[in-house]
């Protein structure tokens, strides 16, 4: 082989480590400003679905819920 295609690969697999490093960080931080924006849901937004719906919703129902949504 001759040493100009070895450095092509070896550029190509660095370059490659490099876009991949550099996407990883990026899409963590989309990821983690997201959450910060949109929280997920927690118990009090379940109680507060249910008092819009005229409901009081017992400790039961919100931990099936709870439990539904960690599924």
């Given at each position: 082989m001759s040493?100009?295609?070895v450095m092509s690969i070896v550029y190509f697999v660095v370059g490659g480590l490099i876009g991949a490093a550099i996407s990883f960080f990026v899409t963590k931080k989309s990821f983690e400003k997201q959450l910060k924006e949109n929280p997920p849901i927690n118990e009090k937004m379940i109680r507060a679905m249910y008092s819009q719906m005229g409901r009081k919703p017992s400790e039961a129902q919100i931990?099936?819920?709870?439990?539904?949504?960690?599924?």
């Amino acid at each position: 082989m001759s040493s100009g295609l070895v450095m092509s690969i070896v550029y190509f697999v660095v370059g490659g480590l490099i876009g991949a490093a550099i996407s990883f960080f990026v899409t963590k931080k989309s990821f983690e400003k997201q959450l910060k924006e949109n929280p997920p849901i927690n118990e009090k937004m379940i109680r507060a679905m249910y008092s819009q719906m005229g409901r009081k919703p017992s400790e039961a129902q919100i931990r099936a819920i709870m439990k539904s949504m960690g599924q």
